[in-house]
């Protein structure tokens, strides 16, 4: 019998041996003394844990709300109340270019990218100087005279496209595929796409006119238009350094795509997904990549939505 119980039993007793004899000899000068005195030891046996466990409780929630709001933005990232199912690491882990020093980040880490002001679709400051310094390191690494070449699904606002080609060097070549606004029709909505999903992807399918038009890095981009499922990759078959999932992110697309790159990835090569953001948020990505893992060795990038692969 628990301690809890045992208290009560023993209230209950001292109660019933003390109130009701006294109640009966009511004019009994000591039942004035004993009565409340029961009801007291009664109310505190009762209420005593009851006031513990919202004591705990409260120490508890404060607890939880410190953590919070120290560590809000890797909390959301590793999940409040679980691990994720793709392991999360440094994004030196990645590559050398990414690692850091006692100073900080290493110099070949230095990328030029515009700041995600007012940019629709786009993805964080950190997540651009990746993909930049990837795109840079992906050059680097070339033999003399060979070319980089990059791949975006979902070109947007085509502000990436731009990093990409700025930072990977003149040799780079980056191909990046867009769905038109005078494309709507050809989207194939899959069976269990979320329709949230499906609104966002032709909301932001939207451009004609890119970030990087005009600017002196816009010939080595190759824009491509149409629907993601229907692309030919005949010509791109196991040829990119680097491929950005960027486009629809409604399951069947997610899906889609992903197997797309898996194919036109070159040995060596790095495919990132974006938007990787838990259960509650682009959920078409969350359970296309959990389910990509099994059979993939995958890793999220710390304190951003991108996910790696390599072959
Ligand atoms: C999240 S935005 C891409 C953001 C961009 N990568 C960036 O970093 O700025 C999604 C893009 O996917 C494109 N998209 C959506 N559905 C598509 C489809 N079915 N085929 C091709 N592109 C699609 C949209 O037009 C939009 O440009």
Request: proline share 5%; charged share 15%.
């Amino acid at each position: 019998m628990s301690l809890f119980r045992i208290k009560r039993c023993t209230a209950l007793t001292l109660y019933c041996v003390l109130y009701s004899p006294c109640s009966l000899l009511c004019n009994f000068s000591l039942s004035n003394i004993f009565l409340p005195a029961c009801n007291l030891i009664l109310a505190l046996t009762l209420t005593a844990p009851l006031l513990a466990a919202c004591i705990v409780l409260s120490i508890l929630c404060l607890a939880l709300l410190i953590r919070v709001s120290k560590d809000r933005a890797k909390l959301l990232q590793r999940g409040l109340l679980f691990r994720w199912p793709i392991l999360s690491v440094d994004p030196g882990h990645i590559s050398p270019a990414l690692r850091t020093t006692e100073l900080g980040p290493s110099l070949d880490s230095l990328v030029s990218i515009t700041p995600s002001l007012g940019v629709r679709g786009g993805i964080s400051d950190l997540e651009s100087c990746i993909l930049a310094a990837l795109a840079k390191a992906a050059s680097a690494r070339e033999l003399p005279g060979t070319q980089t070449h990059i791949f975006e699904f979902g070109t947007c606002t085509g502000k990436t496209t731009h990093h990409l080609a700025l930072n990977a060097g003149h040799l780079a070549r980056v191909v990046t595929l867009t769905l038109a606004p005078d494309q709507h029709t050809t989207y194939q909505r899959g069976k269990g796409d979320d329709p949230r999903d499906t609104h966002a992807a032709l909301k932001e399918s939207a451009f004609t006119r890119f970030y990087y038009s005009g600017t002196n890095v816009e010939p080595q981009i190759t824009q491509l238009f149409g629907d993601s499922k229907a692309l030919d990759i005949t010509p791109h078959q196991a040829l990119y350094d680097l491929i950005f999932v960027d486009g629809s992110h409604a399951r069947s697309y997610v899906e889609s795509d992903s197997r797309l790159a898996m194919h036109m990835l070159k040995p060596g090569g790095l495919i990132l997904w974006h938007d990787y953001r838990g259960p509650w948020r682009a959920r078409g990505v969350w359970s296309t990549l959990n389910a990509l893992a099994q059979s993939h060795t995958l890793v999220h990038i710390k304190g951003t939505s991108l996910v790696v692969y390599t072959n």
